[in-house]
Protein backbone atom coordinates (compact mmCIF):
# COMPACT_ATOMS: atom_id res chain seq x y z
CA UNK A 1 0.00 0.00 0.00
CA UNK A 2 1.98 3.04 -1.03
CA UNK A 3 -0.72 5.92 -0.59
CA UNK A 4 -2.62 5.94 3.17
CA UNK A 5 -6.09 4.87 3.83
CA UNK A 6 -7.37 8.14 5.02
CA UNK A 7 -10.23 8.27 7.47
CA UNK A 8 -11.72 11.69 8.61
CA UNK A 9 -13.91 12.52 11.30
CA UNK A 10 -15.66 15.51 12.35
CA UNK A 11 -16.03 15.78 16.28
CA UNK A 12 -19.00 17.84 17.23
CA UNK A 13 -18.03 19.53 20.58
CA UNK A 14 -20.08 20.01 23.38
CA UNK A 15 -22.10 16.90 22.77
CA UNK A 16 -21.06 14.03 25.29
CA UNK A 17 -23.78 12.04 23.42
CA UNK A 18 -21.68 11.41 20.42
CA UNK A 19 -18.49 11.55 22.05
CA UNK A 20 -16.82 8.65 20.89
CA UNK A 21 -18.68 7.98 17.71
CA UNK A 22 -15.16 8.31 15.53
CA UNK A 23 -13.38 6.15 17.79
CA UNK A 24 -16.06 3.35 17.83
CA UNK A 25 -16.08 4.07 13.60
CA UNK A 26 -12.09 3.56 12.96
CA UNK A 27 -12.27 0.02 15.42
CA UNK A 28 -14.42 -1.45 12.70
CA UNK A 29 -12.60 -0.09 9.79
CA UNK A 30 -9.42 -1.48 11.48
CA UNK A 31 -11.22 -4.50 12.20
CA UNK A 32 -11.91 -4.66 8.09
CA UNK A 33 -8.40 -4.39 6.88
CA UNK A 34 -7.22 -6.99 9.50
CA UNK A 35 -5.63 -5.54 11.89
CA UNK A 36 -4.88 -6.98 15.30
CA UNK A 37 -6.74 -6.44 17.95
CA UNK A 38 -4.07 -5.38 19.88
CA UNK A 39 -3.53 -2.50 17.74
CA UNK A 40 -7.04 -2.01 17.01
CA UNK A 41 -7.47 -1.36 20.84
CA UNK A 42 -4.32 1.24 20.84
CA UNK A 43 -5.69 3.18 18.25
CA UNK A 44 -9.13 3.36 19.75
CA UNK A 45 -7.95 4.01 23.36
CA UNK A 46 -5.79 7.09 21.72
CA UNK A 47 -8.97 8.19 19.27
CA UNK A 48 -11.52 7.99 22.12
CA UNK A 49 -9.41 9.82 24.67
CA UNK A 50 -8.59 12.79 21.54
CA UNK A 51 -11.90 13.21 20.86
CA UNK A 52 -13.23 13.35 24.27
CA UNK A 53 -10.65 15.94 25.13
CA UNK A 54 -12.17 18.04 22.17
CA UNK A 55 -15.33 17.87 23.36
CA UNK A 56 -14.65 19.34 26.70
CA UNK A 57 -12.07 21.40 26.26
CA UNK A 58 -12.19 22.53 22.54
CA UNK A 59 -15.59 22.81 21.40
CA UNK A 60 -14.63 20.06 18.79
CA UNK A 61 -12.48 19.67 15.91
CA UNK A 62 -11.60 17.15 13.55
CA UNK A 63 -10.02 13.75 13.29
CA UNK A 64 -7.86 12.16 10.07
CA UNK A 65 -6.72 8.37 10.42
CA UNK A 66 -3.77 7.15 8.04
CA UNK A 67 -3.60 3.96 7.87
CA UNK A 68 0.17 3.56 6.22
CA UNK A 69 1.66 -0.36 5.42
CA UNK A 70 3.78 0.40 8.97
CA UNK A 71 2.39 2.26 10.75
CA UNK A 72 -0.96 4.49 11.93
CA UNK A 73 -0.85 8.04 11.78
CA UNK A 74 -4.07 10.20 14.04
CA UNK A 75 -4.07 13.67 13.78
CA UNK A 76 -7.00 15.43 16.22
CA UNK A 77 -6.70 19.38 15.43
CA UNK A 78 -9.11 21.84 16.86
CA UNK A 79 -9.37 25.42 17.40
CA UNK A 80 -9.96 25.85 21.03
CA UNK A 81 -7.97 27.43 23.74
CA UNK A 82 -4.66 25.61 23.28
CA UNK A 83 -2.96 23.96 26.08
CA UNK A 84 -1.21 26.73 28.34
CA UNK A 85 1.31 24.10 29.77
CA UNK A 86 1.74 20.93 27.74
CA UNK A 87 4.08 19.28 30.32
CA UNK A 88 1.39 20.21 33.34
CA UNK A 89 -1.33 18.15 31.24
CA UNK A 90 0.73 15.27 30.34
CA UNK A 91 1.00 14.19 34.25
CA UNK A 92 -1.55 12.00 34.99
CA UNK A 93 -4.53 13.22 37.39
CA UNK A 94 -4.13 17.17 35.93
CA UNK A 95 -7.20 18.65 34.33
CA UNK A 96 -8.95 21.90 33.91
CA UNK A 97 -12.28 20.42 33.08
CA UNK A 98 -14.67 21.88 34.79
CA UNK A 99 -16.73 20.86 37.85
CA UNK A 100 -19.96 20.40 35.06
CA UNK A 101 -17.80 18.21 33.05
CA UNK A 102 -16.35 16.15 36.13
CA UNK A 103 -19.92 15.56 37.39
CA UNK A 104 -20.80 13.81 33.92
CA UNK A 105 -17.57 11.31 34.80
CA UNK A 106 -15.04 13.43 32.27
CA UNK A 107 -12.30 15.45 33.10
CA UNK A 108 -10.22 12.70 35.06
CA UNK A 109 -6.57 14.13 33.68
CA UNK A 110 -5.92 10.74 31.93
CA UNK A 111 -6.68 12.15 28.22
CA UNK A 112 -3.26 13.26 26.80
CA UNK A 113 -1.03 10.44 29.45
CA UNK A 114 -3.62 7.61 28.46
CA UNK A 115 -2.69 8.95 24.68
CA UNK A 116 0.72 8.85 25.22
CA UNK A 117 0.39 5.18 26.69
CA UNK A 118 -0.94 3.53 23.89
CA UNK A 119 0.86 5.18 20.78
CA UNK A 120 4.34 4.85 20.32
CA UNK A 121 4.90 8.14 19.05
CA UNK A 122 2.78 11.56 20.12
CA UNK A 123 3.60 15.18 19.25
CA UNK A 124 1.25 18.44 20.36
CA UNK A 125 1.35 21.50 19.00
CA UNK A 126 -0.73 24.04 20.81
CA UNK A 127 -1.02 27.80 20.80
CA UNK A 128 -2.70 29.42 22.88
CA UNK A 129 -6.59 31.16 21.74
CA UNK A 130 -5.51 29.87 18.08
CA UNK A 131 -5.76 25.53 18.70
CA UNK A 132 -4.05 22.11 19.23
CA UNK A 133 -3.04 19.89 17.30
CA UNK A 134 -2.27 16.50 17.96
CA UNK A 135 -0.21 14.30 16.19
CA UNK A 136 -0.15 10.52 17.47
CA UNK A 137 1.64 7.19 15.69
CA UNK A 138 1.25 3.66 16.25
CA UNK A 139 3.49 1.08 14.62
CA UNK A 140 1.82 -1.54 13.13
CA UNK A 141 5.21 -3.96 12.52
Do not use: C, W
Request: aromatic share 6%; glycine share 10%.
Amino acid sequence: MSEPLIFHFDINGDDFSTAGQASVQIKKNLRQLGLSPEIIRRVSIAMYEGEINMVIHAHGGTADVKVFENYIEIILADNGPGIKDIDLAMKEGYSTASDTTRSLGFGAGMGLPNMKRYTDDIKIDSILDVGTVVTMRINIS
